[in-house]
């Protein structure tokens, strides 16, 4: 059973707009969120995290929203860059070490 | 810094053969892991481990097994390989629990059972 939701497989957006992912949960026991990107033929790479104890967590052209009550979480990108392009997987863990992850979003942005 | 490192990149394997993945960290890291990811799916837990000696197994534990001799070794075995197991496997190693913005990934291992 898939606790961890992203119901858009691909995403496509002009340079210098904004992409705007999202994720859905299941599982209200989850307390900490992240998002990973990766690029063909690598490994997933950390690029932003919430706790859960926040709405909000901004990192230079990153941010992360999190609504706790209607179980789901976004990321923004903006603006939109060439180098973004690759799939986003949103994951989230219980107050353990082992993340349940989405299916991945595949991002291309548009010159 | 070499990270994770998993061995091989590429791996076809007849039904039924068996075969080890490998992986290795330079980090120093307690916690290990190994995710598959099957095509349009997210990465699935298959087997982790939180220092040497212990194991345990995560959400698609069934056809595989795990040994962790050493903090910086964690390989998986592949008994009798069945089309099913055809998909890209990651090994991970975080330092601590409830870090998961400091779990490092291995490049991948591509499989396919024929």
């Known amino acids: 059973d898939q606790q961890v939701k992203q119901n858009s497989p691909s995403l496509s957006v002009q340079e210098g707009r904004i992409s705007i992912l999202n994720c859905d949960y299941t599982n209200s026991m989850f307390d900490y969120f992240l998002w990973y990107k990766k690029y063909p033929a690598e490994g997933p790479t950390f690029l932003i995290s919430?706790?859960?104890?926040?709405d909000k967590n901004e990192d230079g052209r990153f941010t992360v929203f999190l609504n706790k009550s209607a179980k789901h979480l976004s990321l923004h990108i903006v603006p939109s860059q060439p180098g973004d392009s690759a799939v986003y997987f949103c994951a989230a863990s219980d107050n353990d070490y082992k993340l349940s992850f989405g299916a991945g979003t595949t991002v291309t942005v548009r010159a | 810094n070499a990270g994770v490192t998993q061995t091989p990149k590429f791996r076809i394997l007849k039904i039924g053969q068996s075969m080890t993945l490998q992986c290795a960290q330079d980090?120093?890291?307690?916690?290990m892991y190994w995710y598959r990811q099957d095509p349009g799916m997210g990465l699935k837990l298959i087997y982790y481990?939180?220092?040497?000696?212990?194991?345990d197994k995560g959400e698609v534990p069934n056809g595989y097994n795990v040994s962790r001799s050493t903090t910086e070794d964690f390989p998986l075995r592949l008994e009798l390989a069945a089309p099913s197991q055809t998909s890209v496997y990651f090994c991970?190693?975080?330092?601590?629990?409830?870090?998961?913005?400091?779990?490092?990934f291995g490049e991948g291992s591509w499989l396919t059972v024929v």
């Open positions: 919430i706790s859960s104890i926040k």
């Open positions: 481990s939180v220092g040497a000696g212990i194991t």
């Open positions: 980090m120093n890291h307690n916690y």
């Open positions: 991970a190693s975080s330092y601590s629990r409830h870090s998961g913005n400091t779990i490092y």
